[in-house]
């Protein structure tokens, strides 16, 4: 079993960037890890996910070219690198994974772990 602790979020305007880490209490080479947010009153959606094992990543449309996944195998945590970011991007973020393989933005259900999430807030 793997825990997992967001940290990164904040408050900022318009256009500008944030990097969110997950850091996590095992290794997690061979998970599938993703990054999720929820807003209020709506699901929470895949915005990005990372298959290290063959190097894949995959992005919402919405994120697409703005944000950018990663992990740092050697320790342990995942990245979430936001850049250009826009009020709609307002939401708590988690991050996720199971330790399966996987393939384009797979739904929420699939996670089996989850951090308690980091609040990102984007004010225009």
């Known amino acids: 079993q793997v825990q997992l602790v967001e940290s990164g979020g904040g408050s900022v305007q318009a256009g500008g960037s944030l990097r969110l880490s997950c850091a996590a209490s095992g290794d997690i080479s061979s998970y599938c890890m993703g990054w999720f947010r929820q807003a209020p009153g709506r699901e929470r959606e895949g915005v990005a996910i990372?298959?290290?094992?063959?190097?894949?990543?995959y992005y919402a449309d919405s994120v697409k070219g703005r944000f950018t996944i990663s992990e740092d195998n050697g320790k342990n945590t995942l990245y979430l690198q936001m850049n250009s970011l826009k009020a709609e991007d307002t939401a708590l973020y988690y991050c996720?994974?199971?330790?399966?393989?996987?393939?384009?933005?797979?739904?929420?259900?699939?996670?089996?772990?989850w951090g308690q999430g980091t609040q990102v807030t984007v004010s225009s």
């Open positions: 996720g994974g199971y330790r399966e393989a996987c393939s384009g933005l797979p739904r929420a259900a699939n996670f089996g772990y």
């Open positions: 990372i298959y290290n094992v063959i190097g894949s990543t």
